[in-house]
């Protein structure tokens, strides 16, 4: 059963109490409730003109009590009582960042006695969620600003709430004097009915849900008082969801698929996932790195640092790398679009530091750094400062990748040189796939293609540089000393005579002697600059001409 909310949707800003840093002290053994269903979507209307506009959304979640204890279930404006904070993301371009607002959390009330994860064990009176009960807030319930109070405000580590002069007793607008702090609700169902439909509400803008070939994730998360740290994972679910604008809305439904537990940052596709926390003293953050390349020799990194529950905040990532990195192309983005409170970029011989003095990662959050590096990715820790000063504050590390590696090597591959044309009139072709490497045994390919075919031949090859000489007919592209590769078949149709031959060999499977023949020790020797071309016989010419001369190609020996 859904219940529905009888004040219409409603809340604004403005921060309270904060209560005072301390270790989880308060952890209740055997509490544990999960996200046992993150359900469908509901749109709230649309503001601005598109594509410079936005548009609110909510979401409906079933909370289930897996655990061994009872869970208090209090309404506001009591404080004990669970809080459910909400997030949209986006993956695009190979970056996850999140594109919703830092969203106002709903305040739970009423606890139903449902069976929708486990048999409910222990039925209630709607003052606490019974263990294997479950309790289910649809669109409507999720939305109502009567309920939704700002995320500062709640202690996230230790999931507690002070009611005394927090926004549900300042009101909105504030009512100010004594009955802004007497622990009393201020807030009125006269107020919420008078925001704006977007305020408070999971808010997206136009042009973050306008981006072509993305793929969109919303994430539900259940904050409850003292429960530990260890069975918080399933307090967050994330699932799929389809966006459409229909030149006047948007439209946003749940694409099916898997709901996954734990940070949305999992679903980014190609990176590695990590986390860690400052236990016992603070809550846990999420790390997902991606790298790509190298192209052109630089290797791309990208970051995502997904704040759960830690109090504190984040308010420097310190990614260690190797003095002789060459770092460029770096960058951050936060929730807030603002330039003024992006975060300061430095480097060091040992480390690329991003820190603020205003913006910390707080929780419910993810920010995004990225970089080009000529470094390859190694397994490192990263070192994240916390923000708010206090006992226990400090810095904690994450495992995850950096830039520590070998340096990629620009392989310079080079066409040049003219082919000579067959008997056939076929006009080869040089090209070159994969990195050179000085101890790989596979993974560089060199190949020309338009050869006669079913002839046999062979690649040349020098470290002499390149050369343009009369050569049988044709040019010979590669300087003094010339070496020959082991013997080589252009193969293609089996019978006839035609274009379809090709000659191919792979090199860093030749220098290490895996095909015979005798490679040249430079092929394995890092930096050596090498020019190749292909040579076959062609029996449609007569000797001394009787041969097929591909163009050059230039590449280096990489690591």
Avoid at 59 to 86: E, K, Q, R, Y
Avoid at 487 to 493: F, V, W
Avoid at 530 to 541: A, I
């Amino acid at each position: 059963m859904i219940r529905w909310s009888a004040l219409t949707l409603s809340l604004v800003t403005l921060v309270g109490a904060t209560p005072l840093l301390q270790a989880q002290s308060n952890s209740i053994p055997g509490s544990d409730v999960k996200l046992g269903i993150l359900g469908g979507l509901q749109v709230y209307g649309h503001g601005g003109t598109y594509p410079n506009g936005y548009t609110a959304m909510a979401m409906a979640t079933t909370s289930c009590n897996v655990g061994t204890v009872n869970v208090p279930w209090l309404s506001p404006m009591n404080a004990d009582h669970p809080l459910i904070a909400f997030l949209a993301v986006r993956e695009s371009n190979g970056r996850m960042e999140q594109i919703s607002d830092r969203s106002y959390v709903k305040h739970g009330f009423y606890a139903l006695s449902d069976s929708q994860c486990t048999p409910c064990q222990n039925p209630s009176n709607g003052t606490f969620l019974g263990i294997g009960c479950s309790d289910t807030y649809g669109t409507g319930n999720n939305s109502d600003r009567y309920y939704l109070g700002p995320p500062e405000e709640i202690n996230p580590w230790l999931g507690t709430w002070v009611p005394a002069c927090s926004y549900f007793d300042q009101g909105d607008p504030s009512v100010g004097g004594g009955a802004a702090c007497d622990g009393n609700r201020s807030l009125s169902g006269a107020m919420v009915a008078a925001f704006p439909f977007e305020k408070h509400r999971v808010v997206i803008q136009d042009a973050d849900l306008a981006v072509t070939s993305s793929t969109f994730y919303y994430q539900g998360q259940y904050v409850v008082r003292g429960e530990p740290e260890a069975n918080r994972n399933n307090n967050l679910v994330s699932s799929r969801m389809s966006v459409g604008w229909s030149g006047s809305s948007w439209s946003m439904t749940q694409n099916g698929g898997t709901a996954l537990e734990g940070s949305v940052l999992q679903r980014w596709s190609g990176s590695t996932l990590s986390s860690a926390a400052n236990l016992p003293d603070d809550g846990r953050i999420y790390v997902g790195v991606k790298v790509t390349g190298p192209t052109s020799g630089m290797y791309h990194y990208e970051y995502a640092f997904h704040n759960r529950d830690n109090q504190r905040g984040i308010g420097a990532f310190r990614i260690p790398k190797v003095a002789a990195a060459t770092i460029t192309n770096l960058g951050f983005s936060d929730i807030d679009g603002l330039p003024g409170t992006d975060w300061t970029i430095s480097q060091s011989a040992t480390e690329i530091a991003f820190t603020t003095a205003n913006n910390p990662l707080n929780w419910n959050t993810i920010y995004n750094v990225w970089f080009d590096s000529d470094t390859a990715p190694l397994a490192d820790n990263l070192t994240l400062d916390q923000f708010s000063p206090g006992p226990g504050a400090g810095s904690f590390t994450v495992a995850s990748s950096a830039p520590k590696g070998a340096q990629a090597c620009n392989i310079g591959l080079l066409v040049y040189c003219t082919p000579k044309f067959t008997s056939l009139g076929c006009l080869p072709n040089i090209s070159g796939t994969g990195t050179p490497s000085a101890t790989a045994n596979t993974g560089f390919l060199v190949s020309s293609t338009d050869m006669n075919n079913n002839k046999p031949g062979l690649m040349l090859y020098t470290n002499g540089g390149q050369a343009a000489l009369p050569f049988q007919g044709g040019v010979l592209c590669v300087g003094n000393p010339t070496k020959r590769s082991v013997g080589l078949n252009s193969g293609g149709s089996p019978s006839g005579q035609d274009c379809t031959g090709v000659y191919s060999i792979d090199t860093n499977t030749f220098a290490q002697g895996l095909l015979g023949g005798n490679p040249a020790a430079y092929l394995q020797t890092p930096g050596t600059v090498v020019n190749s071309q292909f040579w076959g016989r062609d029996n449609g010419f007569p000797f001394p001409n009787n041969t097929m001369l591909s163009n050059g190609l230039q590449f280096t020996i990489c690591q």
